[in-house]
Structure formats: structure tokens, C-alpha cells
């Protein structure tokens, strides 16, 4: 069975720095991978997905991430933190034909001025 | 356009009562989920529909019924609600395409509260 692991439950960034959310997960298969974000009071929004191909996928609102498959990691980065990007982080592992995500416990970040 | 849509956003209700959330979504997707987030936040997946068949019914207690009418709607019906069922439910879609993954998108979320 699929799972996700996300070990920071709380980070904080000081605006500017650059960003690092980990996420391992645990799949037989070859994984499909999302990262979604979440603030506060609302809906689930997409960053970015991994099917296949190049391991270093790009997002929206300049995110990033990359597929280590050896690692069995897919984490997310950014390279200077807005305020606004202050909210909950969840990775999520589908399978390849199938139509379930697990989800991770979710990472809230945390971004100070 | 909300590509997918649930209503209501926000319900408040007595325990006991019978609730429903409606869900659309006008992606053309051929598949539809009730996901729930947990007051810690867990995300887990409820139910599945595919062309209006369920297909994956996680262990859910049966006062929680899906209904699909068609591939374009998905809806939640809650009998006898109790305290725990206050989470924020989330409708999703996704259009399943062998070999080219299944990215699904999510609704704006439905803030349930019993008190």
C-alpha cells in the first residue's frame, strides 16, 4: 500500500531564505507525485505533479521539485519564500492507473518578516 | 468557471440531523471522490466514482451515502450526523487516462460543524 511521509510538521522561513519541504514515500510501483498547498480556510490547490520524465519538475508560484527515485523522496523547494506562501503543504503518491492519492500529514510553513 | 464546485461551504447542524453536500464538476472528468480532512488535518480518501460506479468505498460508516447521477456530479449524504463528523469534506475529479497519470483536482472544501 502507498504512503507518505512528510517529517516537518512545523517549519518557519525567514522571508527571503529558500525552502525545503521533505516528503518520502513508500510505493511498489512507479509513483505518481503532488505536491499540493493549502492556506488557511481554503481549498486544496495543485503546485506540481511527477509522472515520468525529467526528475526536476517545475510548479506554479515558483516552486519545485525533484524525484529522487534512489531516495524514494520527492521534495519541495523554493528558492526565495514570500509571505504569502505561509500555509499547509501536503505531498501526496497516486498510482499509476489508479484513482487514489494518499496523503502526507502535511507541513505547515511558517514565513517570518 | 470553478472547475469543481461543492455547496454548501460552510453547514452548521445539530447532531441527528440528515445533511447533504453537492458536488459538479465541469471538467469533463470521468471520475469523481469525497476526500475528508480531519481536525489535524489528515486527508483521506472517502469514496470513488467512476462513470457514475463506485469503485472505491474506503471503510466509511454506512450513515455516510454517495449518490452519483451522473459522471458531472457527486453527492454526500450524511444520516444521523454525530460530533465527529465535523471535518471539512473536499469533492475532486480526475479524468483517468491510462499511462498518462490522473492529476485531480479539488473543490473549495465543505466546512461541516455538529454541534
Known amino acids: 500500500a502507498q504512503s507518505v511521509t512528510q517529517p516537518d510538521i512545523h517549519i518557519t522561513v525567514s522571508e527571503g531564505a529558500s525552502l525545503e519541504l521533505r516528503c518520502n514515500y513508500s510505493y511498489g510501483a512507479t509513483p505518481y507525485l503532488f505536491w499540493y498547498v493549502q492556506s488557511p480556510g481554503q481549498g486544496l490547490q495543485l503546485l506540481l505533479k511527477y509522472f515520468s520524465g525529467d526528475t526536476l519538475v517545475q510548479g506554479i508560484k515558483g516552486f519545485e521539485a525533484e524525484f529522487k527515485r534512489s531516495q524514494s523522496s520527492f521534495n519541495l523547494r523554493k528558492p526565495s519564500v514570500h509571505w504569502s506562501d505561509a500555509a499547509e503543504y501536503f505531498c501526496a503518491v497516486g498510482a499509476v492507473y489508479g484513482n487514489k492519492l494518499v496523503f502526507g500529514a502535511g507541513t505547515i510553513l511558517r514565513v517570518k518578516s | 468557471d470553478t472547475a469543481v464546485s461543492q455547496t454548501p461551504k460552510y453547514l452548521v447542524t445539530q447532531m441527528g440531523n440528515d445533511k447533504s453536500i453537492k458536488c459538479e464538476q465541469n471538467l469533463g472528468h470521468d471520475t469523481m471522490y469525497w476526500y475528508k480532512q480531519d481536525s489535524k488535518k489528515f486527508l483521506k480518501i472517502m469514496f470513488s466514482?467512476?462513470?457514475?460506479?463506485?469503485?472505491i468505498n474506503e471503510t466509511v460508516p454506512n450513515r455516510f451515502s454517495p449518490k452519483s447521477p451522473d459522471k458531472a456530479h457527486l453527492n454526500l449524504h450524511i444520516n444521523s450526523l454525530e460530533l465527529g463528523d465535523s471535518a471539512v469534506y473536499f469533492c475532486a475529479s480526475s479524468q483517468t487516462v491510462q499511462g498518462n497519470g490522473n492529476t485531480i483536482y479539488f473543490g473549495e472544501g465543505s466546512w461541516l460543524t455538529v454541534v
Open positions: 466514482y467512476n462513470n457514475k460506479e463506485l469503485i
